[in-house]
């Protein structure tokens, strides 16, 4: 499946040198890239109606955690920012779940979207998980569910939207908000968003746009979905190193099993 047809690359010319360049600079200045219209709508249809016929291979969840990802710390209180409890949920088919033929799996592995990714994200190369289920994921939240406030464990997140909700599901966010790779927690930064008490910035993200994401020093959430459509959502995960794959536990807890 060529690239064309899954891209508009009259929009995006993912080959072209200022290209990269332009998005790569308001992705660091920003944090955060949003191309719209990247997929074009042919591509877009075909990865809905998949996704409505793989429907019932996904696996719902709902979890409690805190912002950090992390177990309880005992040495704080149950309601200290560093261990507040926030609401996950969502639906999720892994990535062997996905058709051979799918537009999705075309994209994630061709050369000329991954080196535009390396290009913009400052990575030397991107390689796929080495387990089974982890490198293409297809997220449902149906009415009511959504994503708690949190900070991510890895430096970036490109993810593809498919169908965007009719009320909520929106994506906010708090930039530059830790310096995780000093150990920065901000607890006061972290419970004024909590409370309530800070300034966010939300995202227009509508069917058919590529968002690149710096998550780990952002805390972001999916506020609850509203009315009546899923809000479908594609991740695409990637490694700076071949031969890694996602924990045992970790792949429990979001895919409800191992292979």
């Given at each position: 499946?060529?690239?064309?047809s899954?891209?508009?690359?009259?929009?995006?010319?993912?080959?072209?040198?200022?290209?990269?360049?332009?998005?790569?600079?308001?992705?660091?200045?920003?944090?955060?890239?949003?191309?719209?219209?990247?997929?074009?709508?042919?591509?877009?249809?075909?990865?809905y109606?998949?996704?409505?016929?793989?429907?019932?291979?996904?696996?719902?969840?709902?979890?409690?955690?805190?912002?950090?990802?992390?177990?309880?710390?005992?040495?704080?209180?149950?309601?200290?920012?560093?261990?507040?409890?926030?609401?996950?949920?969502?639906?999720?088919?892994?990535?062997?779940?996905?058709?051979?033929?799918?537009?999705?799996?075309?994209?994630?592995?061709?050369?000329?979207?991954?080196?535009?990714?390396?290009?913009?994200?400052?990575?030397?190369?991107?390689?796929?998980?080495?387990?089974?289920?982890?490198?293409?994921?297809?997220?449902?939240?149906?009415?009511?569910?959504?994503?708690?406030?949190?900070?991510?464990?890895?430096?970036?997140?490109?993810?593809?939207?498919?169908?965007?909700?009719?009320?909520?599901?929106?994506?906010?966010?708090?930039?530059?908000?830790?310096?995780?790779?000093?150990?920065?927690?901000?607890?006061?930064?972290?419970?004024?968003v909590?409370?309530?008490?800070?300034?966010?910035?939300t995202?227009?993200?509508?069917a058919?746009?590529?968002v690149?994401?710096?998550?780990?020093?952002?805390?972001?959430?999916?506020?609850?979905?509203?009315?009546?459509?899923?809000?479908?959502?594609?991740?695409?995960?990637?490694?700076?190193?071949?031969?890694?794959?996602?924990?045992?536990?970790?792949?429990?807890?979001?895919?409800?099993?191992?292979?």
């Amino acid at each position: 499946m060529e690239l064309s047809s899954i891209i508009d690359l009259q929009r995006h010319p993912l080959m072209d040198r200022a290209f990269q360049d332009a998005c790569r600079q308001t992705l660091d200045q920003r944090g955060v890239l949003v191309l719209g219209g990247f997929l074009s709508p042919t591509a877009v249809r075909a990865i809905y109606e998949n996704a409505i016929a793989k429907r019932p291979h996904a696996y719902f969840c709902e979890q409690r955690h805190n912002v950090y990802l992390l177990d309880p710390d005992p040495a704080f209180a149950e309601d200290h920012p560093r261990n507040r409890q926030v609401t996950s949920s969502k639906g999720c088919i892994c990535d062997d779940v996905i058709d051979p033929d799918s537009p999705l799996r075309a994209l994630y592995g061709a050369a000329g979207f991954k080196d535009f990714l390396c290009a913009v994200l400052g990575e030397a190369a991107l390689y796929d998980y080495a387990d089974p289920l982890s490198s293409i994921n297809l997220h449902y939240a149906d009415p009511g569910q959504e994503l708690g406030w949190h900070f991510d464990n890895s430096s970036f997140a490109t993810t593809l939207m498919i169908d965007a909700p009719e009320q909520g599901g929106a994506f906010e966010y708090v930039g530059g908000l830790r310096d995780a790779d000093s150990g920065d927690m901000n607890f006061a930064g972290v419970g004024r968003v909590l409370d309530g008490g800070a300034t966010v910035e939300t995202l227009d993200i509508q069917a058919g746009d590529l968002v690149l994401f710096r998550g780990r020093n952002a805390l972001h959430r999916v506020t609850p979905v509203g009315g009546s459509k899923t809000r479908l959502l594609v991740v695409f995960a990637y490694n700076s190193s071949p031969g890694i794959a996602l924990s045992e536990s970790a792949r429990l807890t979001f895919f409800g099993r191992l292979e």
